[in-house]
């Protein structure tokens, strides 16, 4: 948590948090040869940063629990194979198998999609996103409530700042595990698709 002023609080370490979640992992493992991490290992290491009670520490951090099971476990997937790159995930993931990834995927599509609080966002964003989705066309994959399907991803109730976040690293291409994405930010202006962000974490 970050205070003001003179008060403030360093904000926890969440990297140094997972490393060492792993280096506990690797202890007494014979030969160098790591154990298995059981399921609940690994729930617990996402819980880390995704939040134990499904709500992120970070707003910058996505909501996992109920998020889509496909999506999921692409996301883990592309993580695993360097076609989508962040310095806390990387680490996380080198240590999962498929199997490892298609259980931590159900597992987290089965919770419940938490309340983050955000508001609804006014009418004129309403209205510059609805206008918006009808060029680029997010709910057809996203589908008409934003709540995603199958390996499209819902939106809805995502925090705002990752969801701008994430629009913006497609538009630069920084993210770059769906090319198709990245071609439709890029026809996508920043004012639009902050409206989208706002809007879609507001539903």
Same mark, same amino acid.
């Given at each position: 948590m970050r205070g003001s002023g003179t008060g403030r609080t360093k904000a926890p370490d969440y990297a140094s948090l997972i490393r060492a979640t792993l280096a506990a992992m690797l202890v007494a493992a014979p030969f160098g040869i790591a154990r298995t991490a059981s399921l609940q290992d690994n729930i617990q290491m996402c819980g880390a940063c995704h939040g134990e009670n499904g709500v992120p520490q970070e707003k910058t951090t996505p909501v996992i629990w109920g998020q889509t099971e496909g999506y999921l476990y692409l996301q883990l997937r592309d993580y695993k194979r360097g076609d989508r790159k962040d310095d806390q995930m990387t680490p996380v993931v080198e240590q999962l198998e498929r199997d490892d990834m298609f259980a931590l995927a159900k597992y987290f599509s089965q919770k419940k999609w938490p309340s983050l &609080?955000? @508001? @609804?966002?006014?009418? *004129? /964003?309403?209205?510059? =996103?609805?206008? =918006?989705? /009808?060029?680029?066309?997010?709910?057809?994959?996203?589908? *008409? %409530?934003?709540?995603?399907? &199958?390996?499209? @991803?819902?939106? =809805? &109730?995502?925090?705002?700042?990752?969801?701008?976040?994430?629009?913006? *690293?497609?538009?630069?291409?920084?993210?770059?595990?769906?090319? &198709?994405? %990245? *071609?439709?930010?890029?026809?996508t202006s920043e004012d639009d698709i902050k409206a989208m962000a706002e809007y879609a974490a507001g539903l």
């Open positions: &609080g955000q @508001p @609804p966002a006014p009418k *004129d /964003v309403v209205v510059r =996103a609805q206008r =918006a989705n /009808v060029s680029v066309g997010c709910t057809g994959c996203h589908q *008409d %409530s934003y709540l995603g399907e &199958g390996t499209q @991803p819902r939106l =809805a &109730g995502q925090w705002k700042e990752y969801l701008l976040q994430s629009m913006l *690293d497609f538009r630069t291409r920084k993210r770059a595990n769906n090319p &198709g994405m %990245s *071609d439709l930010m890029l026809a």
